[in-house]
Every structure is written in C-alpha cells, then in structure tokens.
C-alpha cells in the first residue's frame, strides 16, 4: 500500500467514531511505542481487503472492481 510500510508485526484494531472518522490503533511492541493515528476511509477498506477479504465482505459489502 503506497505511503504504509510496516516494520515489525503488533496488533492493530481500526475504531470508526461516531462522526464516521477513522483511527489505526498500533499496540506497543518490542523497541516501538503504541500508536493511534487518524486513517482515511480508503485506506481501511485498502487495509481490510488485503488482510481480510471476509471481513471486507461484511463490513463494506460487494469489492467494487475501480477500486480493487
């Protein structure tokens, strides 16, 4: 995913406010502190369809092939 690049493997949950924003929260791991940041809808439904289609199915619905 262009912009993203992942160092080290750590849980992660992606929380939707009630406003409709975004946030990636990483949990802390050895040498890397934990870390919230805000995330466009994009890039979620990029994050969830690379990582869990099934998931992607049920949260978003039909893969739309412009974006896929």
């Known amino acids: 995913m262009p912009g993203r690049y992942f160092y080290y493997w750590t849980d992660a949950q992606i929380y939707k406010t009630k406003k409709g924003n975004y946030f990636l929260h990483l949990d802390a791991a050895e ?3 934990e870390k919230i940041e805000t995330i466009a809808e994009i890039e979620v439904k990029e994050l969830i369809r ?11 619905g039909t893969i739309d092939l412009e974006e896929a």
């Open 31 to 33: 040498g890397y502190e």
């Open 50 to 60: 690379e990582l869990n289609p099934d998931k992607y199915l049920e949260l978003f």
